[in-house]
């Protein structure tokens, strides 16, 4: 069933309509749940590649670790390089949809790229290609989120939308799977069943995702006004943030290739390991969205990195077993439905409606790239000290940027900008 709620000129709601607080003003709209379908497809699309790929590369292209670490940065960070352009393009023009279909449609296109590249340089190509269209489509899409969703409401919007993506992440590994168990190195299958599953998502986006203008009828923002917002003092505390807990963040690969060296359990299912992250991720990510809507995104935040070390104890132990696999990989997930859609929900409240996207892409664009650096520099740390001890001193780092991230948040975890008001004139909300 789908309900309607329309907003007078005057921004109460009119007649017949819920009041605040009602049961049909606390379910998400219609918009956000499309959006996650069209994550969910795209996720699936890409967790099926990015499932096979730290084994791909290692296994099959051959690569060592330190090249295999500037390849997992880049699918971290390249999408920091158009970001800012994206959340800046559906401002600017205020068509943000437009905007983010282009940016799924370069990543569909990438995946038949993976057919002919096999060198280091071809695939870096493909994945720059991909990831840049991840990063020109990801703050429009949350802008989008944004608009259609009551300041209340954020963080288990962004929670809805995070687990159908989810959804799409725990699927694509087990899709991975089944194919290689019916074409035994079957990676050429893989890249065109991902293709094909991108495209339909693609068609989603196109044909049922209304074409919203989230400018609420203000100026187009001049590109000096964008700045003044990226670098305001409301975002300042949480970008510097996000910098310092990217930084120490090791990409999923690397857990991956060290529970693999470890365990017999891991190296036999290794493209379902992502299947347990997801899942954890999948079950969570609404949960800790209201959790965080009703006592603040910054301790769910931080909690969700809290989390974070202690993945990184648990996959350092010399020899722990399959059930220490697992719940390594459990409490990965649960950091990743404490962080992810958290983190684009406190952003949202700080940046007014007209700025939002480029607000948006700031945060995402400074934690990418801290990730980036991360990924390259724990390569390093691997060749030089072994997983275990790269490990340990990742965990260290990041039990002392904890407190000091704490610290740039504490005034930020519900501030609401002046001038935002009602998420949208018609929300739609699904029951």
Known sequence: ?????????????????????????????????LLGVVSMLTDVSSEMVNAVLPLYLTAEVGMGLVAYGFVDGLYQGVSALLRIAGGYAGDRHDRPKWVAVTGYGISAASRLAMLPAHGLASITGVITADRLGKGLRTAPRDALIADVTEPGMLGRAFGVHRTLDTLGAAIGPLVAFAVLEAVPDGYSSIWVVSFAVAVVGVAVLVLAVPDRRTGGGAARPAARELLR??????????????????????????LYLSLQRRDGFAALWFPLLYVGTNISYLCLAVPLGRLADRIGRTPVFLGGHLLLFAVYLVAALPSAGTAWTVVTLLLLGVFYAATDGVLSALVSRLIPAGTRGSGLASAQTVQVLARFGSSVAFGVLWTLAGPRDALLIAATLLAAAIPVAWWLLRDTGDAEPAGTGAAADTQEAVA
Do not use: K, N
């Open 1 to 33: 069933m789908y309900v309607t709620i329309r907003d007078s000129p005057s921004g109460q709601p009119s007649p017949g309509s819920p009041v605040p607080g009602s049961p049909v003003l606390r379910r998400v709209a219609t918009t956000v749940f």
């Open 229 to 254: 917002v990226m670098v305001s003092a409301r975002l300042r505390g949480p970008l510097i943030a996000c910098a310092l807990l990217g930084f120490f963040t090791v990409g999923d690969g690397f």
